[in-house]
């Protein structure tokens, strides 16, 4: 029922997004998405790019007055890094978009599949993304995300276990709430710029709140798992999703990764949640946990060999300003993207044109 589209190149004018499909009567706090947008550029391991940049939102169409009128919402994103390059460029760079632009559109000019396939597009989807949470919180349902892994460098404790997780996630420079492992994230991420290298790693995301019901098991594209599979795979450099503790538990015996009934206060509780909140494609109302793996990014400076596609001979690449590490950065568009597709379900089990409509269905 939620649609989201968006435009425009990296070095372009602008970007735009158009959300269509929310309830009217949604407040929309204009700092609060400003804030979300700062977290994205944000994260220790980042390029130059993110101080030039300074995302605050337009908003063209489908707010008035702080609130959401149920027309689509259109937001603009003003690109302030710079003019597109001028001068062509032939060789592709192995990991990127490159290649494939050139297969696929005939661009020569790989600077033209560049533009539109760099991760700068994730900015508008965050602004976007930020609005559907906003709406999920007005349902009473809370998404967040933290970096469990950067390189090697892997957070142990349970997130449960963690006290304040969002407030110690928004206090760590790698967006990791345990002190102890994001120092040592930090470590690896400085050893990463001496060696001229560039990491990978892992982030998770948590949506608590999420009634029992949504998604369903009688068709194949009904299912919310792979909604929200899809929406994080959609990600620039995340190359898999896994659910709930399935990268342990695909180890282990069947009989040790069930989620046990029990009651408690008169009702039915599990004990565990290794399923990661879903059974059968449809939520069962404990915590949604995703995880999202990264690839480390693609342009690293010691990768200088290429071939130029016109000429076919050897060429070597010129270093195009970049990141280290942006699974900080990545797990900010992570929240946005599964809160888009929360909020498309609760859209589609509950609907209501207004806000207050809808409220009183999800608490009848
Ligand atoms: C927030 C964010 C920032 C990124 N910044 C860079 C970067 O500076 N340099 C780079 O090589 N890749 C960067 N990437 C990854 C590339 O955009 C991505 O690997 C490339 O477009 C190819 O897409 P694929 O990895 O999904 O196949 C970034 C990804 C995200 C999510």
Known sequence: MLKMITGGES?????VGILDGLPAGIRVDADYITAMLRRRQGGYGRGKRMSIEEDSPRFVGGIHKGQTTGAPIVIELKNTAGNPVTSERFSPRPGHADFVGYKKFGHLDLNIPTERASARETAIRTALGAIC?????SLGIEVFAFVNRIGKVSMQTPYTEIK????KTAESPVYC????VS????EEIDTAIQNK???GGSFVVVSKGVPAGLGSYTQWDSRIDAALTFALMSIPSVKGVAIGDILKNSKEEGSKVQDMFSVKDGKITRETNHAGGIEGGTSNGEDIVLTALLKPIPTV????????????KEETLNYIRSDTVVVPAASVVGEAMVSFVISDFMMQRYGGDSLEEMLRRVTS
Request: proline share 3%; glycine share 6%.
């Open 11 to 15: 070095h372009g004018e602008k970007l």
């Open 133 to 137: 949470k906003l709406f999920l919180k």
């Open 164 to 167: 304040d997780i969002v407030k």
């Open 177 to 180: 709430p345990d002190e102890g």
């Open 183 to 186: 120092k040592k994230m930090i």
């Open 197 to 199: 290298e560039t990491l």
């Open 301 to 312: 400076l010691s990768i200088k060999r290429s071939i130029n596609i016109k000429t076919l």
